[in-house]
């Protein structure tokens, strides 16, 4: 179980089960989104996800049809974002999660959109596009 908050603590959640790997995502939009060079996202099932309180603090933005990002009205932390063709699952901002992470990133998406400002220097994988899990058989 892993919990996590905004940053005036009024929206709390907490996740069930293990956590996906990290994906490092590099597009304009979450740039603009995050105010960062980059956003940290843990794909997560709907089931896991659970809002301990702070439902009503809650609000969205649709940043693209079907897309919408949930943050805290009060201190504007970015919690998740959500698709409408994908209702089974959300994206949850991996600074939001409190204490130890087990999961470690994947990979680099969007890589050739990355700002040009903040120096990539590890060893994981760099993607073009978004991250597509392989298809099990």
């Not at 998740?80 to 204490?99: I, M, Q, V």
């Not at 680099?108 to 590890?122: C, E, K, L, T």
Request: net charge positive; aromatic share 12%; with cysteine.
């Amino acid at each position: 179980m892993y919990t996590g908050s905004c940053l005036c603590g009024g929206v709390m959640y907490e996740v069930d089960g293990e956590l996906e790997p990290i994906q490092v995502c590099h597009c304009s939009q979450y740039r603009k989104a995050q105010g960062s060079a980059f956003v940290t996202n843990i794909p997560v099932s709907t089931s896991a996800f659970r809002l301990l309180q702070g439902e009503g603090m809650l609000t969205s933005f649709e940043s693209s049809p079907g897309k919408y990002r949930v943050f805290c009205k009060t201190c504007g932390s970015p919690i998740y974002s959500k698709r409408t063709d994908l209702p089974e699952a959300l994206r949850l901002r991996a600074g939001t999660l409190d204490g130890v992470l087990e999961t470690r990133p994947i990979g680099h998406f969007y890589f050739g959109s990355r700002a040009n400002w903040f120096q990539i220097n590890d060893d994981l994988p760099k993607f073009p596009a978004a991250y597509t899990p392989a298809k099990k058989s």
